[in-house]
């Protein structure tokens, strides 16, 4: 059974596991500290989840409010040995249901060339792409996806 619940503070090296499973392909070691810091904020367990199947975290991802109209996908990733089976998309669908619930208008995000056909599949259109934005050979590629109103 697959479960979504709010991330706790000892889940960091959980999600840094995962995190390593996608490293060097999907994101470059230099982004390692970035995540390890951002794991460590408070608000953490407010606005990340962690996805859990047979009591092992498989996947994490947050939402944050950008603007009055506007959420962002921040970190989500999913175990590399896992990929395609359905998890990334449970993930993001969840995400973007949160944001309507939250009133927002859109989603953004920022992710690199290896994962722009799946976000495209789920609806988001490319905004902008910097070669090599996240480091060699992955550049960065931002998306957005507009979003009908909550009911």
Same mark, same amino acid.
């Given at each position: +059974?697959?479960?979504?619940? @709010?991330? &706790? %503070?000892? #889940?960091?090296?959980?999600?840094?596991?995962?995190? $390593?499973?996608?490293? @060097?392909?999907?994101? *470059? @070691? &230099?982004? /390692? #500290?970035?995540?390890?810091?951002? =794991?460590?904020?408070?608000? /953490?367990? &407010? #606005?990340?989840?962690?996805?859990?199947?047979? $009591?092992?975290?498989? !996947?994490?991802? *947050? =939402?944050?409010?950008?603007?009055?109209?506007? !959420?962002?996908?921040?970190? *989500?990733?999913? $175990?590399? *040995?896992? %990929?395609?089976?359905?998890?990334?998309?449970?993930?993001?669908?969840?995400?973007?249901?949160?944001?309507?619930? +939250?009133?927002?208008? /859109?989603?953004? =995000?920022?992710?690199?060339? %290896?994962?722009? !056909?799946?976000?495209?599949?789920?609806?988001?259109?490319?905004?902008?792409?910097? !070669?090599?934005? &996240?480091?060699?050979?992955? $550049?960065?590629?931002? +998306?957005?996806?507009?979003? @009908?109103? %909550?009911?």
């Amino acid at each position: +059974m697959t479960i979504f619940r @709010p991330y &706790h %503070h000892n #889940d960091a090296d959980h999600c840094l596991r995962v995190f $390593d499973s996608n490293t @060097p392909r999907y994101f *470059g @070691p &230099h982004e /390692r #500290d970035g995540f390890v810091g951002f =794991l460590q904020e408070p608000q /953490r367990a &407010h #606005d990340y989840v962690v996805v859990e199947r047979d $009591d092992q975290i498989i !996947a994490c991802g *947050g =939402l944050a409010s950008l603007d009055e109209e506007t !959420a962002g996908f921040v970190w *989500g990733m999913v $175990d590399q *040995g896992l %990929h395609r089976q359905g998890v990334g998309k449970a993930l993001a669908l969840a995400r973007i249901e949160q944001a309507q619930a +939250m009133g927002k208008r /859109r989603v953004t =995000l920022n992710t690199s060339q %290896h994962v722009q !056909a799946f976000y495209a599949g789920l609806g988001f259109a490319v905004v902008n792409v910097v !070669a090599d934005g &996240h480091g060699p050979g992955l $550049d960065a590629v931002e +998306m957005s996806l507009n979003l @009908p109103p %909550h009911r």
